[in-house]
């Protein structure tokens, strides 16, 4: 099988987080890509709708930010951390 090359300029910041998730999601970049890639090819455009959050949006994200600096907000290591925190 043939391959191409794609090259994509990204902040350092969203590349190393990025690739954090991909990696506990046992995926690497390339094939993120490629799944990426593929989802377009089938769907014949964007697989997921890109739009402007209307004002409500735009004030939860805002509240979440808030509350993210305040500590208010929970973060698992794991999802089985997060079912036994909730007791489920």
């Known amino acids: 099988?043939?391959?191409e090359t794609v090259r994509a300029r990204i902040e350092p910041e969203l590349k190393?987080?990025?690739e954090g998730?991909?990696?506990t999601l046992g995926m690497n970049t390339?094939?993120?890509?490629n799944?990426?890639?593929t989802q377009i090819k089938l769907h014949h455009g964007l697989p997921f709708n890109v739009k402007i959050p209307n004002a409500e949006t735009?004030?939860?994200m805002k509240e979440l930010e808030a509350d993210r600096g305040k500590n208010k907000i929970k973060t698992y290591d794991s999802a089985k951390?997060?079912?036994e925190d909730l007791g489920l």
């Open 1 to 3: 099988m043939k391959t």
């Open 16 to 18: 190393h987080d990025v």
């Open 21 to 23: 998730i991909l990696k």
């Open 30 to 33: 390339t094939e993120a890509i």
């Open 35 to 37: 799944l990426f890639y």
């Open 58 to 60: 735009v004030r939860a």
């Open 81 to 83: 951390d997060m079912f």
